[in-house]
């Protein structure tokens, strides 16, 4: 497996769309606008792939100089659970502390908090709906 940083528009960030548009939104009976998308031209966009196959991904998009928010995290269906999703986090850990930042914080969706809580992540206040489905304000300081 190998973890790249992608750039907007190109053809590796349509195969991104796609991948989150099956696991994060499809499911929800929702999709994307070109508005939302034009809008992460200044993110850190970033997947996990085999050969050319995209098996995750998740961004970085910067909230204040100190603290960084993670967002779009998603990895295949079929290859839930074998480790994809933690090797995602690890590398954009790292690429926060390199840039700088000393917190991530991110709106996590209540299926995957105890994922993040494995990552070392601490649930802050109470549940809110986002996309029409409960979520969470999790973050970590670097
Ligand atoms: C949540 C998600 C990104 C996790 O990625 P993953 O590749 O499946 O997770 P990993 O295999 O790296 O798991 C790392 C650890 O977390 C645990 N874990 C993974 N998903 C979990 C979950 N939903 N609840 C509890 N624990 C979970 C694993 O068992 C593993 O534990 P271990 O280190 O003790 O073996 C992935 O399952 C996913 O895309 N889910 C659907 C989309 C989604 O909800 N995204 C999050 C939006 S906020």
């Known amino acids: 497996m190998a973890l790249k940083i992608l750039d907007h528009g190109t053809p590796e960030y349509q ?3 796609k991948l989150r548009d099956d696991i994060l939104r499809k499911p929800l009976g929702l999709s994307f606008d070109k508005e939302e998308l034009d809008n992460e031209k ?25 603290t960084v928010r993670l967002r779009q995290m998603a990895v295949l269906n079929d290859l839930q659970g074998k480790g994809i999703g933690k090797a995602l986090m690890n590398f ?10 000393q917190k991530i914080s991110m ?13 070392g992540y601490k649930k802050v206040g109470s549940e809110f709906k986002e996309l029409t ?5 999790m973050e970590k300081k670097l």
């Open 107 to 119: 709106h996590a969706r209540q299926n995957a908090i105890g994922f993040y809580e494995k990552m």
């Open 42 to 66: 200044d993110n850190l966009l970033m997947a996990a792939y085999e050969d050319d196959v995209m098996l995750g991904c998740c961004m970085l998009v910067e909230e204040n100089p100190q």
């Open 92 to 101: 954009a850990e790292n690429l926060a502390r390199d840039r700088g930042y």
């Open 133 to 137: 489905i409960p979520h969470y304000i």
């Open 15 to 17: 195969q991104m769309i």
